[in-house]
């Protein structure tokens, strides 16, 4: 199962990085046009609403809740009976995000006055966030329709990751990149508010990642008439399951939202800056953790539906050791050289080197939650595959309460930088309960050889940071750089200090290329 697991995850991975390489090219590009300013602040807010909707019924909870059942469903019912359980999800959940979605594009200047109270408190007041308000409310009419196209996206994801067919929906997000790319690059000069052509340009992305799932579900005999299933035996138990995990899995978006109304009430650029930071940040997160996470949920939940539930621990412990490899030292090295991402990806057109500057602070406090973030993108699942979402749901809205707290302590010192301070210390404490949680349930727990591995890896990361802070060249030779020799220096930076981990661990006789056979 670990070689299975591993080729997986290398799968996810090659086609996560894809859209992941594609993504920072998107944002590079919407950098260039808008900068951190004003029109940039009210994109990332109108295209984060509809995102985070999209965590609660689709990516995240919806997910976690639905691929467990089907996966039992696939074991012990017939095809006949896994085809029905498929078209009344379809139908109940289509049904469901269809209403959300009408509300949301006819109360789009509610929900901007929710989420962005700094600026609905400068319209009611002739402030001069005044005009973000009303074209926030304007941009999510336009941007809100991509909830419904991005749930049937993901329930076809989940339908397919079930089946071993990672490759695909890991792939889908790159259309939604491309449709922005072009957007931006092709329309928005033509228009007197650019900003606007960036939101079709999420529209179109759903509609496109919607029907290139389509038939790929055909060929799995998939592809069903969806009906209406409320008290449909699979749909109830579904539910029941995502409710709760309504919150343990959206933690921390709901905590970036929260993030995002405290700095509407900041200076301009506070959102662009924590989304820049943030995008960064869902670079290595979303090339590691979540394909990682992707690939062992399916795994756990077919070891759970083992009567025996063999297995369950061996897989945990891989997906743990996954994640201490990749994940310790792509947080050191995202906190070292935050200034020279920022600079070579972003520093050009309307991005000045304040910007960077200035985001660059709220990066390295993300990225000191990057371990964090990770762990519990394979921590959740070893609830949610054993059909628990009530036990990570305590500790997701003790997170969420803790991160509010947080957010007041170290918003009033350091302004925006400190609400990253405080999304970061909440990914801790999550992911700390998540662990003593598996732990005193006797489901899981760090094994010695993983303690052991976890010390390996802390040696090798220390000596890979301190190669990158002597040979980091000054901020001040950095500006005088051509753009080519930034991105030569950085590449090389990068191959450096990835060499010597990777150097430092084979020294200690820790071979990574065989995780498949040493768990």
Not at 83 to 106: D, F, H, N, P, Q
Not at 325 to 330: I, R
Request: proline residues 4%.
């Amino acid at each position: 199962m670990s070689k299975k697991l591993l080729k997986s995850g290398a799968i996810v991975s090659v086609m996560t990085l894809v859209s992941r390489v594609l993504g920072l090219i998107r944002d590079v590009v919407i950098a260039n046009l808008m900068g951190a300013g004003s029109s940039a602040d009210v994109f990332i807010f109108a295209n984060k609403i509809p995102n985070f909707l999209r965590r609660l019924f689709a990516e995240g909870a919806f997910a976690q809740a639905f691929v467990p059942v089907l996966t039992e469903y696939q074991q012990k019912n017939t095809p006949e009976e896994t085809r029905e359980l498929l078209a009344k999800v379809a139908g109940t959940l289509g049904g469901i995000v269809s209403v959300v979605t009408l509300l949301g594009v006819i109360a789009s200047p509610i929900l901007a006055a929710l989420f962005a109270g700094g600026w609905f408190y400068d319209w009611l007041n002739d402030g001069p966030n005044a005009e973000k308000f009303e074209l926030a409310a304007l941009m999510l009419k336009i941007t809100f329709p991509y909830l419904w196209f991005i749930t049937f996206t993901a329930l076809a994801g989940s339908i397919l990751n079930t089946r071993g067919k990672f490759a695909v929906s890991a792939f889908t997000p790159v259309f939604l990149n491309i449709t922005i790319i072009v957007a931006a690059l092709y329309f928005a000069p033509t228009m007197e508010q650019p900003e606007l052509a960036l939101a079709w340009g999420v529209f179109t992305g759903g509609l496109v990642q919607f029907l290139f799932q389509l038939p790929f579900l055909l060929r799995e005999n998939a592809l069903v008439k969806p009906s209406w299933g409320w008290n449909h035996p699979g749909v109830v138990k579904i539910r029941t399951l995502m409710i709760p995990a309504l919150f343990g899995v959206s933690v921390s978006q709901i905590n970036l939202l929260f993030d995002t109304f405290i700095a509407s009430f900041l200076m301009t650029g506070s959102i662009s800056w924590l989304y820049y930071s943030d995008r960064l940040l869902e670079f290595p997160l979303g090339l590691f953790g979540i394909a990682i996470a992707t690939v062992i949920l399916p795994a756990l939940s077919k070891k759970h539906v083992d009567a025996k539930g063999s297995g369950f621990s061996d897989t945990m412990d891989w997906g743990v050791r996954a994640i201490l490899l990749l994940g310790a030292p792509a947080m050191l090295g995202l906190i070292i050289l935050a200034q020279p991402m920022l600079m070579v990806l972003f520093m050009r057109g309307a991005f000045s080197v304040t910007d960077v500057e200035m985001a660059s602070y709220s990066l390295v406090a993300y990225g000191c939650g990057l371990l964090s973030f990770m762990m519990i993108k394979v921590l959740a699942p070893g609830y949610f595959s054993r059909q628990d979402t009530k036990t990570p749901v305590k500790y997701g809205i003790i997170a969420m309460i803790s991160n509010m707290i947080f957010n007041i302590i170290f918003a009033i010192p350091f302004g925006y930088v400190g609400l990253a301070i405080a999304t970061s210390m909440s990914a801790l404490l999550n992911a700390s309960l998540l662990y003593r949680g598996l732990h005193i349930a006797g489901v899981y727990k760090f094994s010695r050889a993983t303690l052991v591995f976890f010390l390996k890896v802390v040696i090798a990361t220390a000596i890979m940071a301190l190669l990158l802070l002597y040979t980091l060249p000054a901020q001040s030779i950095w500006l005088d750089m051509p753009m080519m020799v930034k991105v030569l220096t950085l590449v090389k930076l990068i191959a450096s200090g990835a060499g010597v981990y990777l150097l430092s661990l084979v020294l200690m006789g820790l071979r990574p290329w065989k995780m498949k056979r040493q768990s």
